[in-house]
């Protein structure tokens, strides 16, 4: 590097990059384009397919599987895209790397789409007879089904598509049905009367998740009497009635007992008691609870419902109470309703109000707003139902799962989600598995007409077992066990269990669950639990629980809102490996992603900013020549040492699932450090008109340099920006095959230099602090500028570095030289003197307008964010704004001020 304070600025001539990198490279990356031809080649070639035989250690993760009905929304975007980070990740760095796909074939949600459709044809399902119904699904999934895994493809995910499960397959199947019979036979299955939720128009027992809240319904608490079977001595007279209030009047007609606590004095003398219900005539009791009553809550008295309600039911059992079921399945009353029967359950409401009224046992009412249960697929209000299910006694299974987070076998990240994970299993409740559909694995039990019941795998087994004739009439239960139940096998079942396969024994258990909190429950659990029991191992070692993804105002996207955004949309209209980006850098453990499209806009920008400088790259490249002498400068060693830093970082990131870390440190380096200063720093010896043989060992050496880079930042980014890397390390020289199969870099091929770190460190502070002092007098970016210094020599080595990126034509040695800029760069005091640079009176005034500005900005900011209710009652990211907001207006009026006393 030339120290020559008046060499001409060289990057004048300097070539226009847009023309000079070559016709093979086009100006501009498609990123559509791109994937498309890319992805297919992959896919062909069988790049995502590992060997089980082939060395390395294992690493697999089966995808959440989709609903066979589904359409990918942001959820499945951010999800797929953190997995397809992580194994392609493992992948390039040595591990036999397994991602599993497949789908779920979602019993309820499938079978009403058929239904849908074959009610538009004027068509009943229970005419076609249940064996053409399923066969008319099947034929729905081949034609229209999946549409999802077509969609992930797009998303560029690196699954194993030729081991692509479905729950209802044949090898899932055999897996369900060894499960079932293995569970029943050591009294884990079993099937019995319990209360579970009922849709009454899907006709069909439902699970939790399946149960969608109506939030702010609006409706009454209704108040009324249950006399007294006799009346009862109080301190103000006779007590001949007690009064309870419900939102469900209706099921006053399946009430066998009033539960009051039993330490209130108001009621003690009750309990033991008897009421008559006012419709039927039935007696039943007054009984104490002290689980379920709140004698502070409304009137301390509360009627128990065990058929109809959740909380009634654990007091029925408690009080072995009859159970009185007042509903048919289609959710009409029956004939436990006496004069009711018949009617809707809204019909019976007001019938059973108005016959209370008629009574004078009417008590008053008042507004009420709850959350009302509704079938997720049918909208049906869903009713709380006495029913014969088949249940998995969850206890046993659950203790196992537990122990198995307590120690550290399984780890949840973050691990705060491990608190939800043990309030479920610690308050666990047996499981019902059976569904009233006919979509899905039919349960695998037979029925003779004695009503005795055979678990087998098959008909012919059973048979067998139990010695039965072959003359013996059997029907097979006609329900279908719960799809989370095929679901909770598959760690395990989609690797060919219970077969003893390679696949098994080579990446069982997986290494990382990726999944939404909103299926701890559900899924992740029971994963557990049947992994441990049947496996006898944790499916997974790691479970990381990624957030939400909002709009940009933290509002949960839905239709009705109109906020929801479409990731294939994202996708034909940013790249998809912009889009990719954009979801990791926002995904910080903890915190949910609020989709902002003008970010999404930055990643765009910054996929092209690696595009030109990889043109830049290879116009160089041209007359790049491995075996030539070469010599690094500082800047040359500086950036191969931010680049060791720089993939310790992303690998130590990503091991720790800090997936926004680690983009966020490929965008900062690639950007700032290659983009915006190394090449900027490059282009001086790039460029320098010298034919010396020093020269060209030094324009060898930065070549040397950018292709160093090139080669290890597209290995760095590839699992974050699959078709864009790919694209680049197609035209990179001495490369082969595809980067997907190229080893991920590692910090140590990268040896660190601490000299030229702090060479290049104090450089890049003096161009920004000379960069800063003409910003803030106002002074062009293109006026050149004297530096003077008392000791320039460790300026002067970067003559030419000054000259180009600060427009410092002369370095000399000296102090403060009348009205000058100051600035002390690591320890140097440097003075810019201002003499016919500007307008010293008029620039102080300037300031001082400027200053005055500032800190009203300051002062308007700062009682802002000292008022306890703007920092308590906004939301964290707009205090966060608030507090950066402020920190820049102090910048700011600090460096105002240093400005202004520079001038004095």
């Not at 076609?128 to 099947?138: I, P």
């Not at 560029?156 to 199947?173: P, Q």
């Not at 149960?211 to 209704?222: G, L």
């Not at 987070?405 to 309030?423: D, I, L, M, Q, S």
Request: hydrophobic residues 40%; aromatic residues 10%; negative net charge.
């Amino acid at each position: 590097m030339s120290t020559d304070p008046t060499a001409t600025d060289l990057r004048s001539a300097e070539p226009d990059l847009a023309d000079a990198a070559g016709s093979e490279l086009p100006r501009t990356y498609d990123p559509h384009a791109s994937a498309e031809r890319v992805y297919g080649e992959w896919e062909r070639t069988g790049a995502f397919r590992p060997d089980p035989q082939a060395p390395g250690p294992a690493y697999s993760i089966v995808i959440p599987p989709p609903n066979v009905t589904g359409s990918l929304h942001m959820g499945h975007a951010l999800n797929n895209t953190l997995q397809d980070v992580l194994i392609r990740y493992k992948r390039m760095d040595g591990f036999n790397a397994l991602w599993v796909p497949g789908m779920d074939h979602a019993g309820i949600a499938t079978q009403w789409v058929v239904e849908r459709q074959l009610r538009q044809q004027g068509i009943d399902r229970r005419d076609l007879g249940r064996e053409d119904f399923v066969a008319r699904v099947w034929d729905w999934k081949a034609e229209s089904g999946g549409q999802i895994q077509l969609q992930l493809r797009r998303l560029g995910v690196s699954c194993d598509w030729s081991r692509e499960r479905f729950t209802m397959d044949e090898g899932l199947s055999k897996a369900v049905r060894e499960v079932f019979v293995r569970l029943y036979e050591e009294g884990l299955i079993y099937r019995a009367e319990r209360l579970i939720n009922w849709d009454p128009i899907g006709m069909t027992a439902l699970s939790d998740l399946e149960v969608e809240a109506e939030a702010d319904y609006q409706t009454e608490i209704w108040s009324f009497a249950y006399p007294l079977s006799e009346p009862v001595p109080g301190p103000e007279g006779e007590v001949t009635e007690i009064v309870v209030a419900t939102t469900r009047p209706e099921t006053m007609l399946g009430d066998t007992a009033i539960a009051v606590h039993p330490d209130d004095p108001r009621y003690q003398a009750l309990i033991g008691r008897t009421v008559r219900h006012p419709i039927t005539g039935r007696e039943f009791p007054v009984v104490g609870d002290a689980i379920l009553v709140d004698p502070a809550f409304g009137t301390g008295a509360v009627k128990v419902t065990p058929a109809h309600d959740f909380n009634d039911f654990e007091v029925g059992k408690r009080h072995s109470l009859p159970m009185i079921n007042i509903l048919n399945l289609d959710g009409t009353v029956n004939a436990m309703g006496g004069p009711f029967e018949g009617l809707s359950v809204a019909e019976a409401r007001e019938a059973v109000k108005a016959r209370i009224r008629e009574l004078g046992l009417e008590r008053g009412s008042q507004p009420h707003t709850m959350a009302l249960p509704r079938s997720q697929r049918s909208g049906a209000v869903v009713e709380p139902m006495l029913s014969t299910q088949w249940f998995v006694h969850m206890k046993p299974l659950a203790q196992p799962s537990l122990a198995a987070v307590e120690h550290g076998f399984t780890r949840f990240v973050p691990k705060g989600w491990e608190n939800t994970y043990y309030a479920w299993l610690r308050d666990i409740k047996d499981w019902c598995i059976s569904r009233q559909l006919w979509w899905g694995h039919q349960v695998p039990a037979w029925y003779d007409d004695h009503g005795n019941v055979y678990v087998a795998h098959s008909e012919a087994e059973a048979r067998d077992k139990h010695g039965l004739p072959a003359d013996l009439p059997l029907r097979q239960d006609p329900d279908v066990l719960d799809t989370w139940f095929s679901s909770a096998l598959w760690p395990f079942s989609t690797m060919g269990w219970p077969d003893r396969t390679a696949e098994l024994a080579r990446y069982y258990p997986t290494s990382v669950l990726i999944t939404g909190f909103d299926i701890i429950f559900f899924w992740v659990a029971r994963m557990m639990f049947m992994g441990q029991h049947f496996m006898g191992a944790v499916p997974f070692r790691d479970v990381y629980i990624h957030a939400l993804v909002r709009d940009e105002h933290g509002q949960k996207m839905s239709k009705t809102k109109g906020n929801v955004v479409d990731p294939l949309h994202m996708i034909d209209k940013l790249g998809v490996d912009a889009f990719r980006f954009t979801l990791v850098a926002m995904a910080a453990q903890g915190r949910d992603v609020l989709w902002n499209e003008a970010r999404a806009d930055g990643y765009v920008k910054f996929q092209n900013k690696i595009w030109q400088a990889f043109r830049f790259t290879m116009m160089h490249l041209e007359k790049y020549d491995a075996a030539a002498p070469r010599s690094l400068s500082a800047y040359d060693h500086w950036i191969l040492a931010r680049l060791g830093e720089a993939v310790r970082r992303v690998r130590t990131a990503l091991d720790d699932y800090r997936f926004n870390e680690a983009a966020s440190e490929i965008y900062q380096f690639t950007w700032s450090e290659l983009c915006d200063w190394y090449l900027e720093l490059s282009k001086g010896t790039l460029y320098l008109a010298d034919d010396s043989p020093q020269a060209e060992a030094a324009r060898q050496g930065a070549r040397h340099t950018l292709l160093t880079c090139f080669h290890a930042l597209v290995r760095l980014f590839h699992p974050f920006m699959p078709f864009l890397s790919e694209e680049i390390w197609r035209h990179l020289p001495g490369t082969e095959g595809t980067v997907m199969k190229a080893a991920f870099p590692r910090s140590e091929d990268f040896p660190e230099d601490a000299a030229a770190l702090d060479e290049v460190a104090l450089l890049q502070d003096a161009i920004v602090a000379l960069r800063r002092i003409k910003a803030d007098m106002e002074i062009s970016p293109r006026t050149e500028l004297t530096l003077i210094a008392r000791d320039p020599s460790a300026l002067l080595r970067h003559a030419q570095a000054l000259r180009d990126l600060a427009k410092v034509t002369q370095i000399r040695q000296g102090g403060r030289e009348g009205a000058c800029a100051t600035a002390v760069v690591r320890g140097v005091d440097i003075y810019i003197p201002l003499q016919g640079l500007v307008d010293v009176a008029a620039e102080q005034a300037r300031l001082d307008k400027e200053l005055q500005k500032s800190a009203k900005d300051v002062d308007g900011l700062d009682k802002r964010l000292s008022n306890p209710g703007f920092t308590s009652k906004a939301p964290p990211e707009v205090v966060a704004e608030f507090q950066e907001k402020l920190a820049a207006a102090r910048e700011r009026q600090a460096r105002l001020q240093a400005a202004l006393d520079a001038l004095r």
